[in-house]
C-alpha cells in the first residue's frame, strides 16, 4: 500500500475514535415512549406504580396478568378482587368485554385508565367522552383535583407532557361517582372537566380514568402527585387481590432479540458498533476478491479403439494368426447369431441357403465362406496369408448384407 493509502486509513481511525469519544460522552436522550410496562423504568413505564402497589397492598395479593382477559377469566372464573388495566389504548372485542362485565357484576372492581375507553363500554354505564381543546393551552399543562374531601391533600396537580386529555362530558348523575376532575391550567376557561369516574355495575363497580399517564415513573416522580395516583389507588378495595394486566401494553413485557443485551448497554453497544465498523474497513482496504488460478482439467478420452488397437498388436507380434483367426470366427457367428437371427449350431445346406438370402450374398460365396472356416478349425496353425484371406471373405460377405448393413 502507498504513503497516501496509509494517509487515509489513518484519517479514517481518527475520526471514527472521534465520533465514538463524542457519542459515549454525549447524555442520553430520555425515551418517552408510552410503555406502561412494570419493567421499563422510563418516564411513561408503570415500574415504580408496581413497588408501590406491593408496598400498598399485600405483596402476594398482586398478580400479574399476561394473558388476554377473556382467556384468563375463562381459566380462572372463580376469582375475586379488581382487574387493573393501565395503558394509552385498550380496545376489547365484544365477547371479551362481555367476559369482564359479568365478572364485575359478580361483586368484583373493574379498573381501567386509559385515553382511549371502548365506546360500548361508555354506552353500558351510559357515559361519553370528549377531548379537551387546547387552544390556548400552549404549554399542555393540565391541572388534576380530586374531588373527595377525605383524599385531598393539596389544591391540585399539575402534568405537562399529555398531548391530549380526554374528560367525561356525560355521565350517568344519578348512579355516577366523579374522583377527580381535569382543567387546563393556563386557560381562560376554567371549567372542570369530568376524568375519573366511579359507577356500581351488579354487585361490583366499573373505575375509569382518562389519565393513565397518572400511573407511570415520571407522574409519580413529579411531587406532589404521587398523591394524585394514591387517591385513585385508593378507590380499590385492600382486602382483595388486584389483577394487573401485562397483555394490553402498547410497550413489550419481553425482548425477543439477545441483542437487546448489546443495545441496551452503552459499553456494549459501542464496542458492538466499533467491531461493525472494523468490519466495514477490513472489507474496504483488505477485502479484495482473490482468484485462485483454476487447474484446466482435460476430459478423459475415449480409450476404447486404443485398447483394441493394443491387444490386436499384441497378438499380432506374437504371431498367434491361429487364435486371432479363431476369434474373427467366433465373433462372425456372434454376429450371425444376434444381426441375422440365424443358429449357427448346425452348419448345413439350409442354413447355407437361409444366410446367403438374408445378406445378398450368392450359395457359392456363402458356401466357399464357410469351408473356409471349417478348414481353419481342422488345422493347428495358420500362416498370415491364411489369416487376411479369412478377414477378407469374412468382411466381403457382411459388406454385402443389405438388411442388416448398419452392423
Known sequence: MDKKGKIYIVLTIIALLSIVVFESTKPQALNWYPSYTKHHKIPFGTFILHEQLERLFS????????????????????????????????????????????????????????????????????????????????????RFKLKNNILIKNDSYTFDKADII???????????????????????????????????????????????????????????????????????????????????????????????????????KWAYYIMLVSVLVYIVFEGKRKQRAIPIIKPLKNQTLDFTRTIANMYYEKQNHYEIAQHKIQLFLDYIRTQLYLDTNVVDASFIKKLANRTNNSVKDTQQLFNNIEKINNKTTLTKSELEALNTLIESFKSNNSWKKTF
Open 166 to 268: 380526554s374528560y367525561f362530558n356525560k355521565i350517568d348523575t344519578l348512579n355516577t361517582s366523579i374522583i377527580s376532575v381535569v382543567d387546563s391550567k393556563n386557560s381562560q376557561n376554567t371549567k372542570e372537566h369530568i376524568n375519573t369516574i366511579k359507577h356500581p355495575f351488579g354487585n361490583g363497580h366499573i373505575i375509569l380514568s382518562t389519565l393513565p399517564q397518572a400511573f407511570t415513573n415520571y407522574f409519580l416522580l413529579t411531587n406532589p402527585n404521587q398523591n394524585y395516583t394514591a387517591g385513585l389507588l385508593s378507590y380499590i378495595p385492600h382486602a382483595q387481590s388486584i389483577y394487573v394486566d401485562a397483555y394490553y401494553k402498547s410497550g413489550k413485557t419481553f425482548y425477543s432479540s439477545p441483542m437487546h443485551v448489546f443495545l441496551n448497554a452503552k459499553e456494549l
Open 59 to 142: 405483596k402476594n395479593n398482586i398478580v400479574d396478568v399476561d394473558r388476554p382477559p377473556y382467556e384468563y377469566l375463562n381459566s380462572n372464573d372463580s376469582i375475586t378482587g379488581t382487574y387493573l388495566f393501565i395503558n394509552n389504548r385498550i380496545t376489547f372485542d365484544k365477547a371479551e368485554l362481555d367476559q369482564l362485565l359479568d365478572w364485575t357484576a359478580r361483586g368484583n372492581t373493574l379498573f381501567i385508565a386509559s385515553e382511549s375507553i371502548n365506546k360500548t363500554l361508555l354506552d353500558t354505564i351510559n357515559a361519553d367522552n370528549a377531548v379537551i381543546s387546547n387552544l390556548n393551552n400552549f404549554d399542555n399543562v393540565y
